[in-house]
């Protein structure tokens, strides 16, 4: 079994060298970024990264901006550590997408502890979510955020979606997508089709270019 990745991003050389310890005691893979832009082309580069441990003050990037980097393109758990405690500053944090914050000075087993946690939560919820080229959608909540901008869906538009992401690079006839998405019990005409993707098109802004029109037979889901 492949070892779950973890990224700890901290300028302190003690500071990383103290959590990777722990946490490779636990099993896990540990990559270390001493700065915030070096954090974000290690995440970019390498897709199975599954957790981020994050500080807030890094030279070149800080873990602010890093956090808006990556919620552009993906959920990644983040766990955000922080030399003081502020609320607006955890306000701010959880406006971006962070799911878990920690104050300096911490121990490093409540902090492997936290991430065992918040990793659980995330496997369990992968399953309920789908995430591609900075589209996810929770089929659990019935949402979905495009660059982490939710978008209002119908009913329809929403299984439209789902069954385009699930079905990412494979040509879809117009029958196919009818009787998957619209049920066998749809008596309309393939038209309905072409009318709920002009609309998904739309409300998906650019990303709306990932749904390719097939002329004569139907649309290819390509980011």
């Known amino acids: 079994m492949d070892q779950i990745k973890i990224l700890v991003v901290d300028d302190e050389s003690r500071m990383r060298k103290l959590v990777h310890d722990f946490l490779a005691k636990q099993g896990y893979a540990v990559l270390e970024a001493e700065n915030g832009e070096e954090a974000v082309d290690m995440f970019f580069s390498d897709k199975n990264i599954s957790l981020i441990i994050l500080d807030v003050m890094m030279p070149k990037m800080d873990g602010w901006q890093v956090c808006r980097e990556i919620r552009q393109y993906s959920q990644v758990p983040i766990i955000m550590l922080t030399a003081k405690s502020d609320e607006r500053d955890e306000l701010m944090g959880f406006n971006l997408g962070v799911d878990e914050y920690i104050s300096k000075p911490f121990s490093p087993k409540i902090l492997v502890a936290r991430a065992e946690a918040i990793l659980r939560r995330a496997s369990t919820v992968q399953e309920e979510a789908l995430e591609i080229g900075g589209i996810v959608l929770d ?65 998906m802004g650019e990303k709306g270019d990932y749904i390719k029109t097939i002329w004569g037979m139907g649309y290819k889901f390509e980011p």
């Open 139 to 203: 089929k659990a909540a019935h949402s979905v955020k495009i660059d982490g901008q939710p978008v209002d869906l119908s009913v329809k538009e929403f299984e439209l979606l789902e069954y385009f992401l699930t079905n990412k690079g494979v040509a879809l006839s117009r029958e196919k997508i009818l009787n998957n998405v619209w049920n066998y019990d749809y008596f309309g005409d393939a038209r309905t089709i072409d009318t709920h993707v002009k609309k998904l098109r739309s409300k």
